[in-house]
Nanobody, 127 residues
């Protein structure tokens, strides 16, 4: 079965950087879209960024454009989220997700578009 395992979260000061990793296994992800979401306490889970495994095209939420970069390493079956210029409002649990019908979806940004989820990793940005 599909397994997504996130790592790389932690505590960082505002203006700092973190790189999250998502190790994916259990499938050939060629037709998938891989996404990052986040959920802050008391808030709904929200889309952060996505990448098509085949071709590598990327898309972002407006709130992170220019600060976050998503990428993937096909040889390692791993997706990354490089987060720069972090702000306290970026504090949340970050989740990796996989959309198995990504080849059919133009820009999957809804939680319901994704079929598989990791356990999440905490990112805390202090002011």
């Amino acid at each position: 079965q599909v397994q997504l395992v996130e790592s790389g979260g932690g505590l960082v000061q505002a203006g700092g950087s973190l790189r999250l990793s998502c190790a994916a296994s259990g499938r050939n992800f060629r037709d998938y879209v891989m996404g990052w979401f986040r959920q802050a306490p008391g808030k709904e889970r929200e889309f952060v960024s996505g990448i098509r495994w085949n071709g590598g095209s990327t898309f972002y939420a407006d709130s992170v454009k220019g600060r976050f970069t998503i990428s993937r390493d096909s040889a390692k079956n791993t997706v990354y989220l490089q987060m720069n210029s972090l702000k306290p409002e970026d504090t949340a649990v970050y989740y990796c997700a996989a959309d198995r019908l990504g080849y059919m979806h133009s820009l999957p940004k809804n939680v319901d578009d994704y079929d598989y989820w990791g356990q999440g990793t905490q990112v805390t940005v202090s002011s």
